[in-house]
């Protein structure tokens, strides 16, 4: 059987925490076929090796090439940090048809410039995407004047994951993280939201943040740059299917994702079982 050149855009991601770039990715680019894979039995990625994140999402990238995406955006920090590259630089160019993996972490850092004036920011994010440093790397590409400070915040996946972003833990750890990241420069102006979790432990990060600092949330920038680079390439935006349909796949009991995934998506999200 001959498969169909056209296809859905493929957004993957270590858990839910994509869910949220996934949403503002819609809300931009509704009428596009979308498949989300959420590779919710092995999570969390953020304290796993290099090699293991690699070896994990190239594996469910090449499910979703699989399932007909010409197009996979890693809406995941560890794995656009620890794969991301090497995806691209060696999978990609043996791969049988034309394909194109795109990651979070660019368009972030391409665009930080335009909120800082002190040109001191810092990087909220899992130990694994602060230990690859690719928040300074990138940064640096595009503003070598700017300076950047990470903190590492190992208790805050699971703080979402486990639905206890209300507890007097989540205050502790979250202001633990935000005021360890504010020592590190008083000139600190801006903060970045580094993993696709954080988003929903936004309302405990500002509270304990000054008010003159700009928190950025990754979902809005990612959506408005991949916008941006379909009209860019128009050869790949030919080839992927409008029909506004949405399907959702998870490696866990897809009971256990629809109930968090929802929270996660802002509505109802029905998903399949799948194995990668």
């Given at each position: 059987?001959?498969?169909?050149?056209?296809?859905?855009?493929?957004?993957?991601?270590?858990?839910?925490?994509?869910?949220?770039?996934?949403?503002?990715?819609?809300?931009?680019?509704?009428?596009?076929?979308?498949?989300?894979?959420?590779?919710?039995?092995?999570?969390?990625?953020?304290?796993?090796?290099?090699?293991?994140?690699?070896?994990?999402?190239?594996?469910?990238?090449?499910?979703?090439?699989?399932?007909?995406?010409?197009?996979?955006?890693?809406?995941?920090?560890?794995?656009?940090?620890?794969?991301?590259?090497?995806?691209?630089?060696?999978?990609?160019?043996?791969?049988?048809?034309?394909?194109?993996?795109?990651?979070?972490?660019?368009?972030?850092?391409?665009?930080?410039?335009?909120?800082?004036?002190?040109?001191?920011?810092?990087?909220?994010?899992?130990?694994?995407?602060?230990?690859?440093?690719?928040?300074?790397?990138?940064?640096?590409?595009?503003?070598?004047?700017?300076?950047?400070?990470?903190?590492?915040?190992?208790?805050?996946?699971?703080?979402?994951?486990?639905n206890e972003i209300d507890t007097a833990g989540a205050s502790y750890f979250v202001k633990k993280h935000v005021d360890q990241l504010l020592k590190q420069s008083p000139h600190i102006d801006t903060i970045i939201l580094a993993c696709t979790h954080y988003p929903l432990l936004y309302p405990l990060i500002r509270k304990f943040t000054p008010p003159n600092v700009t928190i950025i949330e990754q979902g809005e920038l990612v959506a408005k740059s991949l916008k941006d680079y379909l009209e860019r390439h128009q050869e790949l935006d030919s080839i992927l299917t409008k029909e506004s349909t949405k399907k959702f796949y998870t490696t866990e009991n897809p009971s256990i994702f629809n109930e968090k995934g929802g929270i996660f998506f802002g509505k109802e999200v029905l998903s399949t079982q799948i194995f990668v």
């Open positions: 059987m001959v498969k169909s050149k056209f296809g859905p855009i493929g957004v993957f991601d270590s858990g839910y925490g994509g869910l949220t770039v996934f949403k503002e990715i819609v809300r931009l680019l509704p009428d596009y076929n979308y498949i989300y894979l959420g590779d919710n039995a092995r999570v969390p990625y953020g304290t796993r090796t290099f090699e293991t994140v690699y070896q994990y999402t190239w594996q469910c990238t090449r499910t979703l090439f699989e399932m007909d995406c010409p197009l996979v955006i890693l809406a995941c920090n560890t794995a656009s940090a620890k794969a991301l590259r090497t995806i691209q630089m060696t999978n990609l160019p043996i791969y049988p048809e034309p394909k194109k993996v795109l990651g979070v972490i660019r368009p972030t850092t391409e665009r930080i410039g335009e909120f800082t004036k002190t040109k001191h920011v810092g990087i909220l994010a899992t130990p694994g995407t602060v230990k690859s440093e690719s928040y300074r790397i990138e940064i640096e590409k595009f503003f070598p004047e700017i300076s950047v400070y990470q903190e590492a915040c190992p208790m805050w996946v699971s703080l979402v994951e486990n």
